[in-house]
Structure formats: C-alpha cells, structure tokens
Nanobody
Framework: QVQLVESGGGLVQAGGSLRLSCAAS????????MGWYRQTPGNQRELVAT???????NYADFVKGRFTISRDNAKNTVYLQMNSLKPEDTAVYSC??????????????????WGKGPLVTVSS
C-alpha cells in the first residue's frame, strides 16, 4: 500500500508565497513521475507542474515563472514552491505520483496515486 501525504497549504495574501510538500510512503519499489494538480469547485482538475525521476519539469502556462517544482528522490518527496500568488491560484492542490510497489517480493506495475490535497487560499 502506498500513501501520499501532503502539507503546506493555508491562507496567504496576494503576492505572497507558500511551499507545498508531498511525501510518498509505503512498500515502494520506485517512484517515477510526480506532480501537482489543482481544482476549484465546479471545475475540472488541471495540471500545475510535473517532474520526472530524472528531474525534467513541465509547467502549466499560468504558473511559469512563479512556481517551481522539485523533488528529493531519497525521500520520495515532491515540493511546489509558489511565489507571487494570485487570488486565482486559490484551489485544492493535489499531489500525484506514479509508483511501483513491492508485491509478494516482486515489483508491481506502475500505478497512479493521489493525495487528498491541501487547500491554498490567496486573499486579495
């Protein structure tokens, strides 16, 4: 069983910064791509940023230059540094990871896991 535990959400004023963390734990064999997505009420979940296990990153246009995704492979943890936050960044931010876990002493196929998502609220 694999769990993703996030931290770092909260309330911040426009122009401020927050840092989100997401740690994968459990019977992990390997963690491939990790990423952050966000969702607001009535809207579909949208990609914010992703990072591969080798460190290649991809960002949504609306966060380029403001957000930075990074990871610590030794800790199976992904981070999202959010700067210059805007009220429209208010959303539930969910962590995603592609994980192969141990199953009867054999690595399983890669499966998609999601965290519950911290709420980020940016006030104007």
């Amino acid at each position: 069983q694999v769990q993703l535990v996030e931290s770092g959400g909260g309330l911040v004023q426009a122009g401020g910064s927050l840092r989100l963390s997401c740690a994968a734990s459990g019977s992990i064999f390997s963690v491939d791509a990790m990423g952050w997505y966000r969702q607001t009420p009535g809207n579909q979940r949208e990609l914010v940023a992703t990072i591969t296990d080798s460190g290649s990153t991809n960002y949504a246009d609306f966060v380029k230059g403001r957000f930075t995704i990074s990871r610590d492979n030794a800790k199976n943890t992904v981070y999202l540094q959010m700067n210059s936050l805007k009220p429209e960044d208010t959303a539930v931010y969910s962590c995603n990871a592609d994980v192969s876990s141990w199953s009867d002493l054999i690595p399983s196929r890669v499966m998609d896991y999601w965290g519950k998502g911290p709420l980020v609220t940016v006030s104007s």
